[in-house]
Nanobody, 124 residues
Framework: QVLLVESGGGLVQPGGSLRLSCTASGRTSDTYSMAWFRQAPGKEREFVAGIGWFTLNTYYADSVNGRFTISRDNVNFTMGLQMNNLKPEDTAVYYC?????????????????WGQGTQVTVSS
């Protein structure tokens, strides 16, 4: 079992920045691929960014590419999401997820472990 805990959410003005963190514990492994998803009110959960295991290959949703940066620390089993130039449409609950099979995926069904989420609100 893997426990994922997100932190760093909050309220920020449009154009501002925020950094989210995800800490993994339990049966963690640096071979897991990890990702961030988000869910806005009244909408389905969507993929935001992903990162592979060994190669640290990163990939992003078009809506955040160039504004968000995903990273991971395989020593401390943490993952980050640096969010810059935030927009009101980025408002959502952000979830971190882990895939023990290490796949490069944008689909929720690929990820076995999930955090509880952290709220990000972009508003003036």
């Amino acid at each position: 079992q893997v426990l994922l805990v997100e932190s760093g959410g909050g309220l920020v003005q449009p154009g501002g920045s925020l950094r989210l963190s995800c800490t993994a514990s339990g049966r963690t492994s640096d071979t897991y691929s990890m990702a961030w998803f988000r869910q806005a009110p009244g909408k389905e959960r969507e993929f935001v960014a992903g990162i592979g295991w060994f190669t640290l290959n990163t990939y992003y949703a078009d809506s955040v590419n160039g504004r968000f940066t995903i990273s991971r620390d395989n020593v401390n089993f943490t993952m980050g999401l640096q969010m810059n130039n935030l927009k009101p449409e980025d408002t959502a609950v952000y979830y971190c997820a882990a895939d023990p099979e290490g796949r490069r995926s944008r689909y929720q069904r690929s990820f076995q472990y999930w955090g509880q989420g952290t709220q990000v609100t972009v508003s003036s």
